[in-house]
């Protein structure tokens, strides 16, 4: 079947620059065609076809899609200037974000065809969250692949930092925006065999750019939340397009993968992998926490990890119904999620009238306080190994709730509100093995911390649940790292 080839748009002007027209349609993507690119279109490594990209409607459609891209970032760009500005973000990664990659992710050209086929695993994880729970399957995927080089990509600043110092990549880099050109130049300088996506990251240019340079693509952990599945919805007739170029799902629960294949995923690359998160290992403990319980004085100590705004507020006034039920109040151990707002909660505290240390500023004192503030980043899944009682933030407010995995890991009765479709499936598995609470608010929320803190065995028993739990789940990244491996297999096969 021949495959047509599009010529550039003649330019609007006969100035030597090229026109507008032109220029939007370099930039996604499109070039004027050669026999080089006629040969790379028609045939590829695994063989697949691509009449649809080769097709008017196709190509208008990704046209469109990065005409619209830019024009959103091109509005944006005051705000993210301010914000790089004020707090050091974006400004200092730009380049990298258009495909500058740094010389450690970048990689020779093979020399043979056994070179080419030791391309580089690339594995990308957005942010903290994604990046830990990538943590064990980068473990299995460097036995599996010990002649391969193991590459980290993130988006935000906070996960490239963890990833750096905890994954044990051979480099780690910003992940490109979507634009044909920076994706193209990044794929280019990293020549992987293999992308790994962590979630749910649909980035339409850059699956078509891998697809084009013949490199897998593989999900991985796969999720879909309620709200985010009521807006790829609406994109659907273009989404599909975009999950054509994708070889492996591995999603999360049956929800999940249900879910990806009403998106228009071929139903042939769909499986369910399980939950990376539930092969973590519990974190050390934190050297502060001894000095925390003793500063308790025998208290019990209620660890609310990953709060928002307005939720801090809901906290304090349950842990007030609860000192009136109980007659005694708990100790509040309390992370907000976010590190800009750290010097907010604070100011709550002190308008609250509340006794606070502040974890940066810990030392020890022989008074107890109401509250402290975890104010550091990367201790919470370590802390909740003091909690008499979890609580999971984000759950409280409409925000889909975190991670009720990590207290799990230290066997801890779990609270949580209920927005929890970021977690729907844990959530239900937790609620339905009772190692799990879930309240619909602050006054329900007091109420349970005055009953629990008033039973210790039923905090135990709780506590035994989610840890048995836990152990039933593991497996997700020795399973994902197998059908990663197949799937590596299948692309060198001729």
Known sequence: MMTRVFPEP??????????VVVTAWRCAGFRSASKRDIVRRRFRPNGRRRAFYNSRSGRRMYFLYSVLLGAALALLSPYFLLKGLRQNKYLHSLGARLGAVPEGARQPAPRSSAGAAAGAVWVHAVSVGEALAVEPLLRELRQRFPGRKLLVST????????????????ATFYFPLDFAFACRRTLAAVKPALVVIAETEIWPNFLRAAQRAGVRVAFVNGRISDRSFGRYRFWRFFLRRALANVDLFLMQSEEDARRIRELGAVPERVAVGGNLKFDLPAPARPAFLAELEKAAQGAPIVVAGSTLA?????????LEVCAQAKGRKAVLLLAPRHPERFEDVA???????????????WTSNDYRPDVVLLDTLGELAGAYAAASVAFVGGSLVPAGGHNPIEPALWAKPVIFGPSMENFRGVARALLEAKAAFQVKSSQALGILLAALLSDPAACQRAGEAARQ??????????????????????????
């Open 10 to 19: 003649a330019p609007a002007s006969t100035s030597s620059g090229p026109s």
């Open 347 to 361: 100011a709550l505290l002190e308008r609250r009238g509340l006794r606070f240390i502040r974890r940066s500023h």
């Open 469 to 494: 739990l836990v152990e039933r789940e593991r497996g997700a990244a020795a399973r994902s790292a197998a059908r990663l491996a197949a799937l590596l297999e299948e692309g060198m096969t001729p």
């Open 155 to 170: 988006t935000t600043r906070t996960g490239q930092e963890l990833a750096a110092k905890r994954l044990g990549a051979d």
């Open 310 to 318: 307005t939720e801090e507020e809901k906290l304090l006034d349950a």
